[in-house]
C-alpha cells in the first residue's frame, strides 16, 4: 500500500524558517516524480514545488521560489521542503504528493500544517 | 500562472446529474490533454479521480466522467449520492517548469 506521511509542522514567526518531511513507503520511491502542494486555511489547492526522481529537475511556484528548497534522500525514502523567510501568506496545509507522468498526483500524504504567525 | 476558473458551487439532488466546468488557457487545458480532477472533503487530502482528462483510477466509480473541448474541462457526476457532497478541484499541466496549475475550486452539495 502507498503511503505518505508529511511531518514538521508548526507554528514559526514571520521571517522563519521551518523543514517540513515526507516519509514514502510501498513503492518504489527513487522513480517517481514528488510535488508539495498546500491549502491556505478556507482556500484552493496550490502546486508549491516539484523534484524529479533523481533530484536533477525541480521547479517552484513563483510565490516560493528564492525561499523555498526541494530536496529527497532516495536512500531513506524521504522527499523534505526547506522554507525559509516565512511570510504569513505561506500559512497553509502542505502535502506531499506522487506525481505520475501527465502531471496527476495519484497518491497524497494526510498534510502537515504550517501557521505563520507572530 | 493564473488559476483556472471554477465556478464556486454546483448542486443536485441525488440519482440527479452535475457538470463542473474548468477553464484555462491556450496555454494549459488547451495545450495539453493533462488535465485531472480531485476531489476533497473536509479535513482529507485530496482523492484522484479523473486523470489525462478522462481516465478514471481504478475504484473510482464509473459515475465520475471528464472530457475537454479547447480551453474548458469538465467533470460530470452522474447519479449523485450523498457521499458526492464534496469540494472538486481540476488541474492541468503548464509547462516544464509549471508542473501544474490547479482550479479554484467548486462545492458540490447534494440535496
Known amino acids: 500500500e502507498v503511503q505518505l506521511v508529511e511531518s514538521g509542522g508548526g507554528l514559526v514567526q514571520p521571517g522563519g524558517s521551518l523543514r517540513l518531511s515526507c516519509a514514502a513507503s510501498?513503492?518504489?520511491?527513487?522513480?517517481?516524480?514528488m510535488n508539495w502542494v498546500r491549502q491556505a486555511p478556507g482556500k484552493g489547492l496550490e502546486w508549491v514545488s516539484y523534484?524529479?526522481?533523481?533530484?536533477?529537475?525541480?521547479y517552484y511556484a513563483d510565490s516560493v521560489k528564492g525561499r523555498f528548497t526541494v530536496s529527497r534522500d532516495n536512500a531513506k525514502n524521504s522527499l523534505y521542503l526547506q522554507m525559509n523567510s516565512l511570510r504569513d501568506e505561506d500559512t497553509a496545509v502542505y502535502y506531499c504528493?506522487?506525481?505520475?507522468?501527465?502531471?496527476?498526483?495519484?497518491?497524497w500524504g494526510q498534510g502537515t500544517l504550517v501557521t505563520v504567525s507572530s | 500562472q493564473s488559476a483556472l476558473t471554477q465556478p464556486p458551487s454546483a448542486s443536485g439532488s441525488p440519482g440527479q446529474s452535475v457538470t463542473i466546468s474548468c477553464t484555462g488557457t491556450s496555454s494549459d487545458v488547451g495545450a495539453y490533454n493533462f488535465v485531472s480532477w480531485y476531489q476533497q472533503h473536509p479535513g482529507k487530502a485530496p482523492r484522484l479521480i479523473i486523470y489525462?482528462?478522462?481516465k478514471r483510477p481504478s475504484g473510482v466509480p464509473d459515475r465520475f466522467s471528464g472530457s475537454k473541448s479547447g480551453n474548458t474541462a469538465s467533470l460530470t457526476v452522474s447519479g449523485l449520492q450523498a457521499e458526492d457532497e464534496a469540494d472538486y478541484y481540476c488541474s492541468s499541466y503548464a509547462g516544464r517548469n509549471i508542473r501544474c496549475v490547479f482550479g479554484t475550486g467548486t462545492k458540490v452539495t447534494v440535496l
Open positions: 504528493a506522487r506525481e505520475r507522468g501527465g502531471s496527476y498526483s495519484d497518491s
Open positions: 489525462e482528462v478522462s
Open positions: 510501498g513503492f518504489n520511491f527513487n522513480i517517481y516524480m
Open positions: 523534484i524529479s526522481g533523481d533530484s536533477v529537475s525541480v
